[in-house]
């Protein structure tokens, strides 16, 4: 046993969460779950409350606006990521340029030329989004490993440099403008209350949670999981290895494009500088330091990513070596990421069972 | 009814000439060096690599045709195939592993459950059901892939050297079973080794290259 997994045994101890919780009655199970999302929604309220106020403040920033502008988009974006790079296996360097998509449509169609109102804009961004999936998706996925990392990065840099040069697009300049959700009922959503927007936000993420951990045990996610785990063995036992890659990059491009809509209507403007290659590379950090394929890993792994830099704004120009010890860190004792691919952890399906 | 394969096969900067045909029922092994092809012509069947020239036939149904643009999917190829490294799912156990072609081809849960079952007791390992491939010994788990390879009732069964990457001890129960599992197979059997022993065993012709 090396020196380093002994360390990690010792000092990294299995909490078990999951399996405590599941073990729990139902009833308890229920009441817990209801009040975690209650205390989620209360989130912007956070800073007000001792202690947790001063470990998750942000000094500098408003904590809303963190919350809303950073946090809500990386956990929405790593979960959109993890699919493609969680579920399927897929190595996707480019994610941003789906994140960039959505901000763009959204963009366009509220701002000056078109005035859509947000709601009907926003399904048109995670479409437009999906498509580019497809679009990008049919060429490369019969690539695989580095050679599909290198076009996918290759796609971010396209999309931010088409929007660069485009006029149509506002060019280096951007689009300001953008429409902000309807109200509804005390919700007022504007510049200067960015509460809404996380209740908005935290909504969407539940009902993406929902929706991925539904396909995540459906046909489509046991493909997806056979092909993460062997591609050939997978196609010569009867799977369209292709049909399900391109499925994982589109359902992972129409969240990014979901993510950027939102975004962009926070914002208010959005520009090509909002969508660099870094942005690409944070992403798949929250993912890979949350646990590639463990949904509530990569919530983690977003929230974290996003705050960190933040809450040590303090420390200046430092506050991304904190964030880098924070890595190392991570890799040194879980490997597998904060919250492991539960199959991964726990091995395999228990006796009584009887999914196959 | 029969596999026939004539033409050229190849892969980067290999290629060779390759000929055969096996009827129903029927066992060919190919033997040769390292390097001579034996595996190139295993996965041309199997679909993971196409044709150069020349045609792939399977009963009437054309499988990889180059000069016709034909070439049929892997996963639509009535085939299946043991790797030499066995290559189970590492995330599901053993019935899920030999389940999982049948739930593929959108086979319903009880009745791949049942087909799996049936599928594990040929190999003798239907108490096996809910252990995780690595709690099994390598020749264990071949038996495994070989049951994932049996529970799809395909035309071609292809067994790329299954004996190679078995420890001794368990490649006898492999070995025993192997015959008996081969002789009631209706299907057209491919075997690559490199083991004259294993021809002598198993086969009915034989190909050396």
Redesign the interface.
């Known amino acids: 046993m090396s020196l380093t997994e002994s360390f990690r045994q010792r000092t990294a101890p299995q909490l078990r969460v999951g399996s405590r919780f599941r073990a729990l009655p139902k009833s308890a199970r229920w009441s817990l779950g209801a009040l975690l999302i209650a205390a989620c929604y209360l989130t912007p309220y956070w800073p007000d409350v001792p202690v947790l106020g001063w470990i998750v403040n942000t000094p500098g920033t408003s904590f809303e606006n963190v919350l809303t502008d950073q946090i809500m988009m990386f956990i929405l974006v790593a979960l959109g990521l993890n699919v493609v790079v969680g579920f399927a296996g897929l190595l996707d360097l480019g994610y941003v340029g789906f994140y960039a998509v959505g901000a763009y449509t959204t963009a366009v169609m509220t701002s000056g030329q078109f005035s859509w109102p947000w709601i009907a804009a926003m399904p048109l961004s995670i479409l437009m989004a999906m498509i580019a999936g497809v679009v990008l998706g049919t060429p490369t996925l019969r690539l695989r490993g580095d050679y599909l990392a290198i076009v996918t990065l290759g796609f971010g840099e396209i999309i931010r440099i088409t929007a660069n040069n485009s006029d149509w697009l506002g060019g280096p300049r951007g689009i300001n403008k953008i429409a902000r959700p309807p109200s509804f009922g005390p919700f007022e959503f504007s510049v200067l209350n960015a509460k809404p927007y996380w209740y908005l936000g935290f909504t969407v993420i539940l009902i993406v949670i929902f929706v991925l951990s539904r396909l995540e045990n459906s046909r489509v996610g046991r493909a997806w999981s056979a092909v993460r785990e062997d591609e050939d063995a997978a196609e010569l036992m009867g799977v369209n290895t292709f049909k399900f890659k391109l499925w994982a990059f589109a359902i992972g491009a129409a969240i990014g494009g979901l993510a950027g809509a939102l975004y962009a209507s926070k914002v208010g403007f959005v520009n090509p500088d909002n969508f660099q290659l870094q942005l690409s590379i944070l992403f798949l950090a929250a993912v890979v330091l949350g646990g590639t394929g463990s949904m509530y890993g990569v919530i983690m792994g977003g929230i974290l990513v996003a705050w960190i830099p933040e809450r040590f704004r303090g420390f200046s120009t430092r506050r991304y070596f904190v964030f880098g010890v924070v890595l190392v860190l991570v890799m040194v004792f879980r490997p597998q990421g904060i919250i492991p691919r539960r199959t991964a952890a726990a091995g395999i399906a228990e006796k009584g069972d009887t999914n196959v | 009814m029969s596999l026939q394969l004539h033409g050229a096969v190849g892969r980067g900067a290999f290629h060779r000439d390759a000929s055969l045909s096996v009827n129903d029922g029927d066992v060919l092994a190919i033997t040769g060096p390292n390097g001579s092809g034996k595996s190139t012509i295993l996965h041309t069947i199997?679909?993971?690599v196409s044709l150069l020239h020349g045609t792939l036939k399977c009963n009437d149904d054309i499988w990889d045709a180059p000069a016709n643009q034909m070439f049929i999917?892997?996963?639509k190829r009535s085939?299946?195939?043991v790797?030499q490294d066995v290559?189970l799912?590492?995330?599901?156990?053993v019935?899920?592993n030999v389940?999982?072609?049948l739930?593929?081809?959108g086979v319903n849960?009880q009745q791949?459950?049942a087909q799996?079952l049936e599928a594990l007791s040929q190999v003798g390992l239907h108490s096996f059901e809910?252990?995780?491939p690595h709690e099994l010994s390598g020749g264990e788990q071949q038996r495994v892939a070989l049951a994932?390879a049996l529970v799809?009732k395909p035309q071609v069964l292809l067994l790329d050297e299954p004996f190679a990457a078995i420890d001794t001890g368990s490649r006898i129960a492999l070995r025993r079973l192997m015959p008996e599992v081969l002789a009631t197979f209706p299907g057209v059997t491919v075997l690559v080794s490199h083991d004259p022993a294993d021809v002598e065993s198993l086969a009915n012709s034989h190909l050396a290259l």
Do not use: D, W
């Not at chain 2, 799912?89 to 156990?93: A, E, G």
């Open positions: 199997a679909g993971l999917q892997s996963e085939c299946a195939v790797f290559r799912f590492p995330h599901m156990n019935i899920s389940a999982y072609g739930r593929a081809h849960k791949a459950h799996s809910f252990r995780a994932r799809l």
